[in-house]
């Protein structure tokens, strides 16, 4: 397995098996009422690779991103560490995760994570989450004895 945590995001060529899962989620979202198909996959620490697709819902705001979707099947498969994640959206506009997704990503990534936006063609855009979620709050602030929490605490 490769070792991109430390190294900043890594070549979109070494990303395609996370584009082609990310694409064949997509292929399979469920967007009867935006019509906007998102997928996403995320190579967890174990290099097992874990796709999902956005879920709308009649009730909209009960609906789920497609990133919280292969989040929880990183868990529920075992992984507690994103290694890379890719976002897929129509193309050719960039689709970065929305704001509460970059929340999430945090909570199993480091700001050196590398977030790939792509279209089905291809990557269009890569970032580390440290760009997309700068100062991001996260596990570790709720650690004890860390020096953010010591300062909050007074
Ligand atoms: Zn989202």
């Not at 469920?30 to 956005?54: D, H, L």
């Not at 879920?55 to 990183?74: F, H, K, Q, R, W």
């Not at 498969?77 to 129509?90: A, Q, W």
């Not at 970032?127 to 605490?153: K, R, Y």
């Amino acid at each position: 397995m490769q070792e991109h945590t430390e190294s900043g995001p890594v070549p979109p060529e070494d990303s395609l098996d996370l584009l082609q899962a990310a694409a064949a989620a997509r292929a399979r979202a469920y967007a009867p009422y935006s019509r906007f198909f998102v997928g996403a996959a995320i190579r967890g620490e174990s290099g097992t690779i874990y796709a999902a697709a956005n879920v709308e819902n009649a009730a909209y705001p009960v609906g789920t991103c497609a990133e919280a979707g292969a989040i929880a099947a990183m868990i529920a498969g075992g992984d507690r560490r994103i290694v890379e994640i890719l976002v897929c959206g129509p193309g050719p506009a960039l689709v970065t995760p929305c704001g509460a997704c970059r929340q999430r990503i945090r909570e199993f990534a480091s700001a050196r994570t590398p977030i790939h936006a792509a279209g089905p063609d291809g990557i269009t855009a890569s970032f580390t989450l440290g760009e997309l979620l700068p100062m991001a709050f996260g596990p570790d602030n709720l650690e004890p004895g860390t020096p953010q929490n010591e300062a909050t605490v007074r």
